[in-house]
């Protein structure tokens, strides 16, 4: 079998560093990211018998908030 004629020769013409200093002062927010909604995925693993009632997040999400909604609030 042939073995390839540039493995592990060192390239002179490699432009990379092994490590770079990144100034984060001059950095720009990503203009494509939403700056507006916050919106956070949670996943949650239900127990097989749940999981056979429960069958869609609509329906999780549904039970969940009938259920804060009947939780007594706490006023701080």
Known sequence: MNE??????PNSDDE???EYSF???HA???RFASRN???SL???V????VAKVFTTPEAVNKV???LIDSMPQISA
């Open 4 to 9: 390839t004629p540039f493995k592990n020769q």
């Open 16 to 18: 990379l560093l092994a």
């Open 23 to 25: 100034d984060y002062q």
């Open 28 to 30: 720009k927010p990503n």
């Open 37 to 39: 909604e916050v919106q």
């Open 42 to 44: 949670r996943f949650v």
């Open 46 to 49: 239900l127990d097989e018998d």
């Open 64 to 66: 969940l908030r009938a």
